[in-house]
C-alpha cells in the first residue's frame, strides 16, 4: 500500500488535551496531505506539504498545525482538542509525475 | 479546483446490472480527474483517472468518461458485482496544483 503508515491508528482523547498524529513514507514523495473523513463530507483537506518545512492551509485547517521536518513525516497537531475533530483522518502522498494520491490506512480519533 | 458535486449519494443496483456515478465541476483549469473506491473500514484508492485530453477510458468494467465543455465527468461500471459494494469519490485537481478537489461520495450497494 504506498509504503505510507500512519500512528496511532486509534486515539481516544479529551477535550483541551493535544494530539500529534504522525504520518509516515517510505517513497520519497514531495507532497503529503491531512485530510478528515465525516459522514456526508466525504474528504476534506486540513493541511498539505510541497515540501520540507513547506506547508500550506486547507479548506479546514481552524484548531490544527503541521510540521515538515523531514521529507518522510508529516505531523498533524491539534494544539486542543475539541468534540468536532472526532473524525478518521488519513494521510496522503503524491508525487509530480503521477499525481495519483496515495492514502494511509487512516486513524480514527475520538475526543470525548 | 474550486467545487465538485457528486451525484447520487447513494445507488442500489441488482447484480449484474450498471451503474453510473456522475460529477460536474467549475474551474475551467481542471484537467486530472480521478475516481477513488473505498471499502469500509479502508483507506479510498484509485481505480481510474482520466486527464483533459482524453474523453474516455476503459480498464476491463469500469469506463470514466469526460465532457470538458459541459464540466462533467462520469463513473461507470458494467456488470457490477457484490465485491463492487463502497464508497465511489472523484475529485478534480487543476494544472499542476497537485491539490485535488473531492466530492462527498458515492454509497454503491450491489444487491446479489
Known amino acids: 500500500d504506498a509504503g505510507i503508515t500512519q500512528s496511532p491508528r486509534h486515539k481516544v482523547t479529551e477535550t483541551g488535551t493535544p494530539v500529534t498524529l504522525r504520518c509516515h513514507q517510505t517513497?520519497?514523495?514531495?507532497?503529503m496531505y491531512w485530510y478528515r473523513q465525516d459522514p456526508g463530507h466525504g474528504l476534506r483537506l486540513i493541511h498539505y506539504?510541497?515540501?520540507?518545512?513547506?506547508?500550506d492551509k486547507g479548506e479546514v485547517s481552524d484548531g490544527y498545525s503541521v510540521s515538515r521536518s523531514k521529507t518522510e513525516d508529516f505531523l498533524l497537531t491539534l494544539e486542543s482538542a475539541t468534540s468536532s475533530q472526532t473524525s478518521v483522518y488519513f494521510c496522503?502522498?503524491?508525487?509530480?509525475?503521477?499525481?495519483?494520491?496515495?492514502f494511509g490506512p487512516g486513524t480514527r480519533l475520538l475526543v470525548l | 479546483g474550486e467545487n465538485v458535486e457528486q451525484h447520487p449519494s447513494t445507488l442500489s443496483v441488482q447484480e449484474g446490472d450498471s451503474a453510473v456515478i456522475k460529477c460536474t465541476y467549475s474551474d475551467s483549469a481542471s484537467n486530472y480527474f480521478p475516481w477513488y473506491k473505498q471499502e469500509l473500514g479502508k483507506r479510498p484508492q484509485l481505480i481510474i483517472d482520466?486527464?483533459?485530453?482524453?474523453g474516455e477510458k476503459k480498464d476491463q468494467r469500469i469506463a470514466v468518461t469526460l465532457n470538458k465543455t459541459a464540466k462533467h465527468f462520469s463513473l461507470h461500471i458494467t456488470e457490477t458485482q457484490p465485491e463492487d459494494s463502497a464508497v465511489y469519490f472523484c475529485?478534480?485537481?487543476?494544472?499542476?496544483?497537485?491539490?485535488?478537489?473531492f466530492g462527498r461520495g458515492t454509497s454503491l450497494i450491489v444487491h446479489p
Open positions: 482520466i486527464r483533459s485530453n482524453v
Open positions: 506539504s510541497y515540501g520540507v518545512k513547506d506547508t
Open positions: 496522503a502522498i503524491s508525487d509530480r509525475e503521477e499525481e495519483t494520491q496515495y
Open positions: 517513497e520519497n514523495h514531495r507532497y
Open positions: 475529485a478534480e485537481e487543476s494544472g499542476g496544483s497537485y491539490i485535488p478537489t
